[in-house]
């Protein structure tokens, strides 16, 4: 097997990864900076990203301050949100939107030169700044390029991780496949940051891309790396239908209600004060309480939906903020918005949950200890910054920050810890790795069973189990199912042999690590008898502080899950009830 010298390894080249990558070679050009990603080009989902991103620019026009955005992100996340984290965002936001102002993303602007804002769902004041409403499309290209320029920053794109390498309590790389040349490479270095993403095709219906299988957590519990609050994943009120493409909440930010097919405004019922824009669940639990009312509208009889209408809004405002929207709604649905209600249904979104870390990034153990080496940002961390629930244009800021952070620390760390050669233990463990995965690639079981069979199953059982609303006895079947397809994954063959882009064999690699992660959410789903933020039980329909303000921490221990608990930071806003 090829080995790779690193001095930092970035997993994942979305947003996070990409500020990671060249946060870390910023502070010094003689690290060799080496991004391991399975896409090719800037094609992480943080290119789908449409709304904008939240910072606090011009406190004294607006009447804004970070301690607010830090109050509303702490209160949409349903007191979940460990606080000093929230406070970290808010602080630090601003000076990433001017970091990729600086570095050429074109923010949408008002008449006096300021840069635009909108006022999101949960948030107090306008305070998310966007470009027209293909933000993540024109940060990531930008990004990617900047990135580029740096000679110390290595791309190997096409590469999928299938192992994170620890031992004693330290990070030393990871064995990835090179889908290009069919190859396994083990990358070595004393630092790395996971920045790999979400999961959101764990589940049916999803606004993410068929790449977000979200392997890598469960590649991170198979080395003793814990999981926390996995069960929070988020649904977004508004994703077409039947596609599950993203109607960006910048629609309703800029006007756009909601209805039911008796053509009114449901939201009322549900957030009479925020109306369209309370919190993202809020509205996703409003829709499906429409549609268990019968006062929804169907398509093809299988699915319920309501309509987003931007009938009433002025059609050159709409061309000049929302161009997407408008040209996803006639590519994919057929229809004039202008005339037509655009059919809209929710859809997963976004993981709150993820890699355990500290407030500044760093993987920890089930103890509490940093695994010496290892970052996480982005999604695929959860640093507590969203609690239950994430607020839209959160996301962008948090992977900005802390991919700024833990690229930072990462490079400091690894020039205080240059590796030389592999030692003979840790090539062991990486050759070991190459061995698996060609015995995967060559197996031929009697009866065997094709890797799509067993991925469509678990969207059926993590939907199940894990849906807008939940309870004890489907969740217990959900999971009953999923150790079932744990078992029967043992029997899968691989009925392509090849191994340059055998994209059979890199579903069975994802595979291997999504059953693990199912596992964790919906463990985590079953043993939280309350409901908080996206995690609702209508057998505990109520929130329960006493007993569940705390997050989730679920690790491996041989083959077996083990739940915790560790308490939420308080530090300024007590819990309260929601009101939106």
């Known amino acids: 097997m090829e080995v790779v010298l690193c001095d930092v390894i970035i997993v994942g080249s979305g947003l996070a990864g990409l500020r990671a990558a060249t946060a870390a070679a910023t502070v010094s050009d ?45 209160k949409g996340g349903d007191f979940l949100v460990d606080q000093d984290a929230a406070v970290l965002l808010a602080e630090e936001a601003p000076r990433e939107v001017l970091f990729l102002e600086k570095i050429g993303v074109p923010w949408t602007r008002e008449p006096d030169g300021s840069l635009a804002l909108r006022k999101f769902g949960g948030m107090t004041k306008p305070r998310t700044v966007f470009a027209k409403d293909k933000t993540g499309f024109y940060i990531m290209t930008t990004l990617y390029r900047y990135a580029k320029g740096f000679p110390n920053i290595k791309f190997y794109e096409e590469h999928l991780v ?12 990871v064995v990835a496949m090179d889908m290009r040349r069919g190859e396994l490479r083990f990358f070595k270095a004393p630092a790395g940051v996971i920045a790999a993403g979400g999961g959101g095709r764990m589940f049916q219906l999803t606004t993410m891309g068929h790449l977000n299988t979200g392997e890598v957590l469960g590649f991170a519990l198979r080395e003793g790396i814990p999981l926390k609050d996995m069960e929070f994943v988020q649904w977004h009120p508004t994703a077409l239908v039947p596609s599950g493409i993203l109607i960006s909440e910048a629609a309703r930010a800029e006007g756009a209600y909601l209805v039911n097919r008796e053509g009114e405004r449901f939201m009322k019922r549900y ?21 268990k009312a019968g006062r929804g509208f169907m398509w093809k009889g299988k699915l319920c939906y309501v309509g987003l209408d931007i009938r009433h809004l002025d059609p050159s405002r709409v061309k000049e903020r929302l161009p997407l929207l408008l040209e996803t709604v006639k590519t994919y649905a057929g229809i004039d918005p202008f005339s037509e209600l655009i059919p809209v249904a929710p859809a997963v979104h976004y993981f709150m949950g993820g890699i355990h870390t500290d407030l500044h990034g760093r993987v920890l153990d089930p103890y509490g200890n940093w695994i010496k080496g290892l970052w996480a940002a982005g999604e695929a961390a959860a640093v507590s910054v969203h609690g239950a629930n994430r607020l839209g244009s959160n996301s962008l800021s948090e992977c900005a920050v802390w991919g700024r952070i833990a690229g930072e620390a990462a490079a400091k760390y690894a020039l205080e810890n240059r590796s030389g ?30 890797a799509a069979h067993v991925k469509s199953a678990l969207q059926k059982v993590v939907t199940k189990g894990a849906g807008i609303f939940r309870d004890a006895e489907s969740t217990a079947e959900a999971i009953a199912e999923l150790v079932k397809l ?20 890199r579903e069975v690699i994802e595979l291997d690590g999504m059953l693990q992660a199912a596992y964790a959410l919906l463990l985590g789903a079953y043993l939280r008898t309350e409901s908080r933020g996206a995690h609702y039980r209508i057998d505990y329909p109520k929130r329960d502080d006493k007993h569940w303000l705390r997050h989730t921490i679920v690790y491996k221990y041989g083959d077996s899950f083990i739940a915790a608990y560790q308490p939420v930071k308080i530090e300024g806003w007590p819990p309260e009830m929601r009101q939106y």
């Open 486 to 505: 744990m078992n029967n994954f043992r029997n899968i063959n691989i009925n392509d042999t090849s191994r340059i882009y055998n994209m059979e064999l």
């Open 30 to 74: 003689k690290l060799d900076i080496c991004v391991v990603t399975k896409v090719a080009g800037p094609r992480s989902h943080s290119i789908s990203a449409e709304g904008g991103m939240a910072a606090v620019l011009y406190p004294d026009k607006t009447g804004d301050s970070p301690l607010l955005h830090a109050y509303d992100t702490v």
């Open 271 to 291: 957030a009479p004060q925020q109306m369209e824009l309370a919190p993202r669940d809020v509205v996703s639990r409003a829709i499906a309480m429409e549609c």
């Open 162 to 173: 299938s192992k994170i390498v620890i031992k004693h309590g330290r990070f030393y790389g």
């Open 421 to 450: 050669a592999v030692e003979e233990y840790i090539r062991a463990i990486a050759e070991e790795e190459e061995k698996r995965i060609l015995y995967v690639l060559g197996r031929r079981e009697t009866g065997g069973i094709p």
